[in-house]
Nanobody, 113 residues
Framework: QVQLVQSGGGLVQAGDSLRLSCAASGRTFSSYAMGWVRRAPGKERELVAGISRSGDNAYYASSVQGRFTFSRDNAKKTMYLQMDNLKPEDTAVYYC??????WGQGTQVTVSS
C-alpha cells in the first residue's frame, strides 16, 4: 500500500519562496511517473509540474515555468516542489501524485499580495 505524506506550504507574501515535500511509503517510487497538481478556488485542477516514469521528461505548466522546480530523491522516496517568486495566483491546495493513482493529503499554499 502506497501512502504519500505531504509537508510544507503555508502563508507567504508575493515574491517569497516555499518548498513542498511529499514522502512515499511502499516498495517502489522511482519507477512511477509523479508530479504536483493544484486546485484553486473556482478553478479547474491544474498539473503544475511532473516527471515521466523514466525520469527523462519533465513538465511544467506555463504559469509556473521558470519559477517552480520539481525534484525527487529516490533514496528518500520523496518528491519536492520548490516554488520561487510566488504570486497571489499561485494560491491553491497542492497535491502530490504518484503513478496517477496515489495522492497526498493536500497542503494549502496562500500567497498574499
Amino acid at each position: 500500500q502506497v501512502q504519500l505524506v505531504q509537508s510544507g506550504g503555508g502563508l507567504v507574501q508575493a515574491g517569497d519562496s516555499l518548498r513542498l515535500s511529499c514522502a512515499a511509503s511502499g516498495r517502489t517510487f522511482s519507477s512511477y511517473a509523479m508530479g504536483w497538481v493544484r486546485r484553486a478556488p473556482g478553478k479547474e485542477r491544474e498539473l503544475v509540474a511532473g516527471i515521466s516514469r523514466s525520469g527523462d521528461n519533465a513538465y511544467y505548466a506555463s504559469s509556473v515555468q521558470g519559477r517552480f522546480t520539481f525534484s525527487r530523491d529516490n533514496a528518500k522516496k520523496t518528491m519536492y516542489l520548490q516554488m520561487d517568486n510566488l504570486k497571489p495566483e499561485d494560491t491553491a491546495v497542492y497535491y502530490c501524485n504518484l503513478g496517477g493513482v496515489h495522492w497526498g493529503q493536500g497542503t494549502q499554499v496562500t500567497v498574499s499580495s
